[in-house]
């Protein structure tokens, strides 16, 4: 059984900085592309970065461009997402997602999900 476990979500102030962390088990994801989305309540997901298997070339939604970084630990089958200055709208439950059929962009791209860890920043 494959599973996708996020840890690392918590309550901040605005200008802080967390550090999310999602261990696959069940397979391995080092050739696949593994991400992040979010969705904030009254909204739809929204695609927040990607990193690819091998090259590990990553892509961000501009909203977090150049606060957010995302890596990968293949060795671990981890994933991370490190976020700096943190505003109250990154506000929303963070997903894991891994292995992507189409555009990594679209979250029914996504064949395995997390279950979610929630990101709380107030003003």
């Known amino acids: 059984q494959v599973q996708l476990v996020e840890s690392g979500g918590g309550l901040v102030q605005a200008g802080d900085s967390l550090r999310l962390s999602c261990v696959a088990s069940g397979r391995t994801f080092s050739s696949s592309t593994l991400g992040w989305f979010r969705q904030a309540p009254g909204k739809e997901r929204e695609f927040v970065a990607r990193?690819?298997?091998?090259?590990?070339?990553?892509d961000y939604a501009d909203s977090v461009k150049g606060r957010f970084t995302i890596s990968r630990d293949n060795a671990k089958n981890t994933v991370y997402l490190q976020m700096n200055s943190l505003k109250p709208e990154d506000t929303a439950v963070y997903y894991c997602v891994g292995l992507s059929y189409g555009s990594p962009y679209v979250p029914n791209s996504y064949a395995y999900w997390g279950q979610g860890t929630q990101v709380t920043v107030s003003s």
């Open positions: 990193i690819s298997g091998i090259d590990k070339n990553t």
